[in-house]
């Protein structure tokens, strides 16, 4: 029997063998004048009957929910789900099965055996707490449940599934992927580190003092800057602001396949080049740099990264989940206007490029100390757009990103450290 005939089939394997054994009952004791056989078939049909009977009239119901940890995995990666379900039923019942509906886009066994039920009649009450691992196979938000769990009557002889509770959306966050460090010089040359400072005068003594105020912890007080102002002057805190880099995901549909504007995942392409994305932003955080991640047009993606908040790029991450390409903007560009000017450092990740799209790169990138462009296509003639400067990489959907990076990482780039 297939599975798709067992599911629709109410009787479990011990009914199946009954209803088997009543008919075979009924054509012997007619053809052998047995009436004792014809006693026995038709105490099979009525067990038969009764049984279905009492499902029917005492359907089961409860309630279902889930915890999943953590809550947003990552493509490749695995999470758990716990389910608690509370069940009732006015008949005791043997032991069942459970089975929580998985989408494509999770992977895992969600399935087991359930223990016993006992009757509310009798003051009981099943609850059920199942556990079990699954795998994010694809980016997006997916949908558990749900969860079904398949019961019998006292007899074992008939089935009978419940759904219980609703389903759990689950986000899948695109992977991100260990790179390797930057350039030592990038985060000095193209950060935006500063020191605030009061200045007061000339010398170095004036440019860490400031005025005493009512509250300064006396400790505090810089005794030569004191001696030379004749008034009561203290050490200034030095504040630094995190130095700032951006990351541009280029999303023109004109650079992807018509895939990349359907669904999470449906593009192979589209998904290196978002894994890419959240893995720069990421190890630029971990490296100290504050990110903004920006669409081609300029479009802000999600909010800027501090510097060092691991937690945060991570939480960005899960942001990018549904993510799809977009129409194309009538200027067309990789990179926007406001990005071209930056001293930071800014990574492009874009897909198939037009011989106008190498051309515009040659000018986007003179002002950032580390520019780094990551092209995902099956194909990339790169060469023109290295000699701008562009620390330039070729990505095939599926490869490695992190040997990719490496290569981009190899390349000269003059500016840096200038």
Known sequence: M????????PLTLRGTGAVLLAAAGFVIAQRAGIPELMYFATLLVALLAVSALALLLTRGKGSASRVVTPEAPEVGGSATVVVRAGLSSALPTGPGRWNDTLPAG???RAQGTSA??????????????????????????????????????????VRRRIALGRTTPVTVAPAIVDLAPLPSASGEAGGTRQTATLQLGQGADNLVARPYAPGDSMRRIHWR???HRDTLMVRQEEQESSPAATV?????????SPLAAHAPGSDPAFEAAVTACVSAVAHLVHEGYTVDVVDSDGTLLTD????????????AAAGFASLRARADDPSHRIVPATVASLSGPVVVVTGTLHPEDRAALGAAGTNSALPILLVVA??????AVQSTGWRAAHLRPGADLALAWDDAMEQGNTRVGR
């Not at 099956?378 to 060469?383: F, M, N, P, T, Y």
């Open 2 to 9: 297939s599975a798709g005939v067992r599911r629709l089939w």
């Open 106 to 108: 999770l992977t895992g």
């Open 116 to 157: 016993p039920i006992a009757s509310t009649l009798s003051g009981g009450a099943g609850t059920v707490e199942v556990r079990y691992d699954v795998v994010g196979a694809s980016r997006g938000i997916h949908s558990i449940g749900p969860l079904e769990v398949t019961t019998t009557d006292p007899f074992g002889l």
């Open 225 to 227: 800057a004191t001696a």
């Open 248 to 256: 541009v995901l280029d999303r023109a549909l004109s650079r992807w």
């Open 304 to 315: 800027p990264v501090e510097g060092g908040d691991v937690v945060e790029a991570r939480a």
């Open 378 to 383: 099956e194909d990339a003639q790169l060469d």
